[in-house]
């Protein structure tokens, strides 16, 4: 277990060294969202209708902003190398580092989100949940972009390939963050529907581990 | 331990898929075994391996066999097939047909210390000794012994991107001090070292020798004392 575990504070560091890191995406979170009312329109009902979905879409591709570098920079400088040979197991290193990250820039995603909450005129009574949906959401965001990552670790300029391979397995955790804040923001029930979000992203955190290690250990050979 | 759980990556590696293609010659010219070792003591068999990358085949029909204690240097040109060997014996690689066969068990630790150092540009030398040692299950005192032994401790603070290329791979030498394992399979391991971190890589070698430990490493120029020398260039052959 050590080398997980020293695999894992070692990622929490390297996260925030390196030219800004987290910052990055939380900067394009805000941004994104910041440009709703500029498309859809200022005024409250309009923006009530679209402001959580635009929240979570944002969220979702704000997640894959950290992901290229996630398994790229240890292909390219021999770490994995190092890693694949140790005898620690490749889905407890794919699963630390996935984690780390998630920590290091998922969290501050999930702190800024009652701001861009209130900013798209979402009830500002329950920004408690908003920030609870969007620490799950974005770690099966996370989970399930590291997959996209750990295939495109070996592709020079693997970005987009990594969203193409993510988006589309963005699905479920779309269709359940955005029914939860949708139906919070009317007074509904969203119970429910937090709970499919939690089932997703425990789905994907099962999911990710095994699927990126086969992918690093192919992207190695 | 540091090397607890998970499918070993290597226990893969080693058998030959059913349906393989090639059928190696079944003739051994002797330039092909480098010799062979008493039996007792045998650390690992190399059986009639054959490794490809793409279409063209690098090396086919390679049998040695080595015994504990022994070091074999890989010679041959430039994309002779060394660090592809190397990769396959690590686990790393698949390798196109035969079988190695470890003495201790498929899944004996090895240390592989390939081209790139696995140095991070924006850690201290420090900070990666000592996450290699925790790697290793093992305290911040075994990593400040090993940067003494490699000659870095006086470069502890300085980041990964400051260090020049030989700090660099003493840098990497400090993961073989940090777990002892049996075999040691090392890329250039003297590449971009000067004369002094050359003969450290020797007192390594033959330190890790004298306790029953096995190296392979390829190697351009002067090689290791009492190593044996394997010359992969006879073996390659490209497939029209």
Redesign the interface.
Known sequence: ???????FS?EL??AW??GGGPALPVGFFAAASSLTPFAVSPDAQTLGIAGPGVTWIALALASLLPMERLFQADL????L??Y?????????TAAAKTLAHWIATGIPLAVIAPLIWIMLLGPPEISWLVVAVSALGSAGFFFIGSIGAALAAGVRRGGLLIALVALPLYTPLMIFGASTLNLAAEGGEWGPPLMLTAAATLFSAVISPIAS?MAL?AA?? | MGRAGGPPLWRRSYRTPSGDAIKPPMTNKPVKDVGSASVSSVALTVDNLAAARGLRVLFEGLNFRLSKGEALELRGPNGSGKSTLLRILAGLTHQHAGTVIFADGEDVLRHYLGHSDAVKPTETAGEQARFWARYFGRNDAAALEALERVGLSKRMDVPGRGLSAGQKRRLALTRLLLDPRPIWLLDEPTAALDMEGRKLVGSLVDEHRATGGVVIAAIHGEGFTGARSLDLTQLARAIA
């Open positions: 277990m050590s080398g997980v575990v020293s695999v070692r560091r390297l060294s390196g390219e400088d021999g770490t190398d190092a694949a040979g140790s005898g620690v197991s490749m889905e407890g290690a250990r190695i050979d």
